[in-house]
T-cell receptor
Framework: GENVEQHPSTLSVQEGDSAVIKCTYS??????FPWYKQELGKGPQLIID?????GEKKDQRIAVTLNKTAKHFSLHITETQPEDSAVYFC???????????FGAGTRLFVKA | EPEVTQTPSHQVTQMGQEVILRCVPI?????FYWYRQILGQKVEFLVS????????KSEIFDDQFSVERPDGSNFTLKIRSTKLEDSAMYFC??????????FGPGTRLTVL
């Protein structure tokens, strides 16, 4: 079945540094890859997504890259700020588009 | 800004009791989802619902679970006979189509 591996589980960076979170997946038919941010006590919130016909997408300090051949995708946050501290989940939609599989999450700490 | 709402925010129940978790999706959305998140773990897909029927469900969503859209605005998750291991945060989400899902704040279910 579908599976998403996410690394690292915890990431601590200094304010202003970059953070990179990586995910690999097994279902080669997946074509939608969202990233969600979850703050304490809240539901996940989409921060960026990418579809399989694109290799990279950027939105201000956040970028996502996708390598369909190698079946991995990554989240890049530049110039990190304390408010970026949260849990980040990669995810993918299965072929039919009605099931979203989440990675295990990365707890990001940005130290001021 | 429209948002997904969920009630109650916290539900405490005795093992074996039935619970109904309620969600009001964003009004023009057509796809509805339930997820659960055991404390400190990843978000797990339970079920998706479209056009008044289940589109897809996970192995977790067994005969003890059911979903319903009783009217034009509510989307409910029923657990018929709760078990201790059902204790988790339950998130409802909705989307216009395949793609970005908007999550509610969650209902914390505690089974004693």
């Amino acid at each position: 079945g579908e599976n998403v591996e996410q690394h690292p589980s915890t990431l601590s960076v200094q304010e202003g540094d970059s953070a990179v979170i990586k995910c690999t997946y097994s279902d080669s038919a997946s074509n939608y890859f969202p990233w969600y941010k979850q703050e304490l006590g809240k539901g996940p919130q989409l921060i960026i997504d990418i579809r399989s016909n694109v290799g990279e997408k950027k939105d201000q300090r956040i970028a996502v890259t996708l390598n369909k051949t190698a079946k991995h995708f990554s989240l890049h946050i530049t110039e990190t700020q304390p408010e970026d501290s949260a849990v980040y989940f990669c995810a993918l939609e299965n072929t039919g588009g009605f099931k979203t599989i989440f990675g295990a999450g990365t707890r990001l700490f940005v130290k001021a | 800004e429209p948002e997904v709402t969920q009630t109650p925010s916290h539900q405490v129940t005795q093992m074996g009791q039935e619970v109904i978790l309620r969600c009001v999706p964003i009004s023009n959305h057509l796809y509805f989802y339930w997820y659960r998140q055991i404390l400190g773990q990843k978000v797990e897909f339970l079920v998706s619902f479209y056009n008044n029927e289940i589109s897809e469900k996970s192995e977790i969503f067994d005969d003890q679970f059911s979903v319903e859209r009783p009217d034009g605005s509510n989307f409910t998750l029923k657990i018929r006979s709760t078990k201790l291991e059902d204790s988790a945060m339950y998130f409802c989400a909705s989307s216009e189509g395949v793609g970005e899902q908007f999550f509610g704040p969650g209902t914390r279910l505690t089974v004693l």
